[in-house]
């Protein structure tokens, strides 16, 4: 396999750049955190659209400055949350991909605007049978780590998983436009077969 074949087939996770704390952002209620998990995690339209702009906290460490410099922040559910600046130049590049939505971000006192993104590409992504498994009190088995993918379609920037919706990935094409952006890029592991 050529250099060029590796890096197109490459996915990746999407993190918060390090800031040496496990910080993420929350919602501000359980009953929030619900209705925006369907939203956003399963794709029910449980809130209109225009309806659609939720206050998230951000956990203690986070600093003002670090807030107005980061291009993503990890969240406390499997959603993916892009700065304005991100936003405003790439809306339309990923629109069959992504649908954005505002969100405040509030850090003590201060309210930053970001934006929540609805991952739009379901397919079944996640390769259960090679990633690890983590044995339940009720007998049943969930993928655990090291998780395994299988390739997406390259047609795609991002996908979440049919499945087990918590687990979304990014192709090279959604990495090559978020270079210089203040976002962390991991690679997943892919199934060889």
């Known amino acids: 396999m050529e250099l ?10 999407i993190e918060q750049i390090g800031t040496g704390l496990q910080q993420t952002v929350s919602f501000k209620s359980e009953t929030d955190a619900n209705r925006y998990w369907k939203f956003f995690v399963e794709n029910k339209d449980v809130v209109r659209a225009e309806y659609v702009n939720p206050l998230l906290i951000a956990d203690v460490g986070y600093s003002l400055r670090q807030l107005k410099r980061l291009d993503f922040l990890n969240c406390i559910l499997p959603i993916p949350i892009f700065s304005e600046r991100f936003v405003e130049k790439n809306a339309e590049t990923l629109k069959d991909d992504l649908l954005f939505f505002p969100c405040s971000v509030q850090s003590k006192h201060d309210i930053l605007p970001f934006y ?15 990633s690890g ?3 339940l009190t009720d007998g049943s088995w969930i993928p655990d780590v090291p998780f395994v993918y299988h390739k997406a379609n390259n047609d795609h920037y991002i996908v979440r998983d049919a499945t087990h919706r918590s687990h979304y990935v990014a192709s090279e094409r959604l990495r090559e436009i978020g270079r210089n952006y203040r976002i962390e890029w ?4 892919l199934n060889k077969a």
């Open 4 to 13: 060029n074949e590796a890096i197109a087939q490459a996915m990746y996770r």
């Open 116 to 130: 929540m993104g609805r991952i739009l590409n379901i397919s079944s992504i996640l390769d259960v049978e090679s």
């Open 133 to 135: 498994k983590w044995q």
């Open 186 to 189: 991991y690679k997943v592991a």
